[in-house]
């Protein structure tokens, strides 16, 4: 009877042993996040390369590729101040391999400006992590006559015919925009297909002005390539601490700031959602990556998903309000 007894509790045990394998691969497939990334990671940017999107994805991008041990590669597509590119991704299987670097421009102040707009930044798509959040450098040539925002006002005047800015997108746009507004001074819009193109066109002075953020811009200013007027807002920022803000310099309406931020379209499985920005925020939390993003006149975006999306929202009704106040109307 002991022997008969034994023989049966061995022959139980290999049936659950049988039946615990059998259902390992069954569950494993059944959580998409199980092996997930097994292949390299495409991140769409919006903007040409050498922007500040650019340079963001590239600093956190490569942090993020050792944390998940798969590639964060970068692909590049500028067109329509980088409403192509958020449809285009919209548009991807929502599998966690094709993710957006959005920027502020596109997603809440595109959300705001234009009425048939085909996606919406937290309907469309799922906030992962913002990148950083940052103020906008107000910039003119560096052998312009033009020293402070009342000279360039005064310039602006002067000169109508002259009188001209660069942007790549609306977030570059409004500032400027409110500027005329606020002062009277003309001035037309020039767009390009990155800051750092902007950046360019106003230090080979074909622009007069433009406002711009700071990972292009910082380096040209420090070597006294191109000259910053002001920062966007109340306050002046800690890499450019010499420089006004708009409100010390008499213009306290110009007060955009803006954010980037990465994205996976709607409907990625919530499993993968959780890895993706546990990993986006390690790299965004890391001493070097956070020391680059500052060095940029950026503050480091520590915050949780949940966070950025409520930023995001707050923000489409608050450019509502600037672009009725401002009478500024978009195509």
Same mark, same amino acid.
């Given at each position: 009877?002991?022997?008969?007894?034994?023989?049966?509790?061995?022959?139980?045990?290999?049936?659950?042993?049988?039946? &615990?394998?059998?259902?390992?691969?069954?569950?494993?497939?059944?959580?998409?996040?199980?092996?997930?990334?097994?292949?390299?990671?495409?991140?769409? !940017?919006?903007?040409?390369?050498? =922007?500040?999107?650019?340079?963001?994805?590239?600093?956190?991008?490569?942090?993020?590729?050792?944390?998940? =041990?798969?590639?964060?590669?970068?692909?590049?597509?500028? /067109?329509? %101040?980088?409403?192509?590119?958020?449809?285009?991704?919209?548009?991807?299987?929502?599998?966690?391999?094709?993710?957006?670097? %959005?920027?502020? =421009?596109?997603?809440?102040?595109?959300?705001?400006?234009?009425? #048939? @707009?085909?996606?919406?930044?937290?309907?469309?798509?799922?906030?992962?992590?913002?990148?950083?959040?940052?103020? &906008?450098?107000?910039?003119?040539?560096?052998?312009?006559?033009?020293? #402070? !925002?009342?000279? @360039?006002?005064?310039?602006?005047?002067?000169?109508?015919?002259?009188?001209?800015?660069?942007?790549?997108?609306?977030?570059?746009?409004?500032?400027? *925009?409110?500027?005329?507004?606020?002062?009277?001074?003309?001035?037309?819009?020039?767009? !390009?297909?990155?800051?750092?193109?902007?950046?360019?066109?106003?230090?080979? *002075?074909?622009?007069?002005?433009?406002?711009?953020?700071?990972?292009?811009?910082?380096?040209?200013?420090?070597?006294?390539?191109?000259?910053?007027?002001?920062?966007?807002?109340?306050?002046?920022?800690?890499?450019?601490?010499?420089?006004?803000?708009?409100?010390?310099? %008499?213009?306290?309406?110009?007060?955009?700031?803006?954010?980037?931020?990465?994205?996976?379209?709607?409907?990625?499985?919530?499993?993968?959602?959780?890895? &993706? *920005?546990?990993? @986006?925020?390690?790299?965004?939390?890391?001493?070097?990556?956070?020391?680059?993003?500052?060095?940029?006149?950026?503050?480091?975006?520590?915050?949780?998903?949940?966070?950025?999306?409520?930023?995001?929202?707050?923000?489409? &009704?608050?450019?509502?309000?600037?672009?009725?106040? /401002?009478?500024?109307?978009? *195509?």
């Amino acid at each position: 009877m002991a022997a008969m007894t034994i023989r049966h509790t061995l022959a139980g045990a290999s049936l659950c042993l049988s039946a &615990l394998l059998a259902g390992a691969p069954a569950q494993a497939q059944s959580d998409p996040a199980a092996n997930y990334p097994d292949k390299p990671i495409r991140l769409v !940017v919006p903007f040409a390369a050498g =922007g500040g999107n650019d340079i963001f994805a590239r600093v956190v991008g490569a942090k993020a590729s050792d944390i998940l =041990g798969q590639q964060l590669y970068i692909e590049n597509r500028p /067109a329509a %101040g980088g409403r192509v590119a958020a449809e285009f991704v919209m548009r991807q299987p929502a599998d966690g391999y094709t993710l957006f670097v %959005g920027a502020s =421009g596109v997603m809440s102040i595109a959300s705001a400006i234009y009425p #048939t @707009l085909p996606y919406h930044p937290t309907k469309n798509f799922v906030p992962l992590a913002m990148i950083a959040s940052f103020p &906008l450098i107000l910039t003119a040539p560096v052998e312009s006559p033009v020293k #402070t !925002v009342a000279d @360039l006002v005064a310039y602006g005047k002067a000169h109508p015919e002259k009188s001209n800015f660069a942007h790549t997108s609306p977030a570059f746009q409004i500032p400027a *925009e409110i500027l005329k507004l606020s002062s009277g001074m003309p001035a037309t819009g020039v767009p !390009v297909k990155s800051s750092a193109e902007m950046v360019q066109c106003v230090m080979q *002075e074909v622009c007069t002005f433009t406002f711009t953020d700071g990972p292009p811009a910082i380096p040209q200013i420090k070597d006294k390539r191109m000259r910053a007027l002001a920062v966007t807002g109340a306050e002046r920022s800690p890499e450019l601490p010499d420089t006004p803000s708009m409100a010390e310099a %008499g213009f306290p309406d110009v007060n955009v700031k803006i954010w980037a931020g990465v994205f996976a379209p709607a409907g990625t499985p919530p499993a993968i959602v959780k890895k &993706l *920005e546990g990993a @986006l925020q390690a790299a965004i939390s890391d001493a070097e990556v956070s020391a680059k993003l500052r060095a940029m006149a950026v503050n480091p975006g520590r915050i949780s998903a949940a966070e950025f999306r409520k930023i995001i929202d707050s923000d489409i &009704l608050s450019y509502v309000d600037v672009v009725k106040k /401002a009478n500024l109307t978009f *195509e």
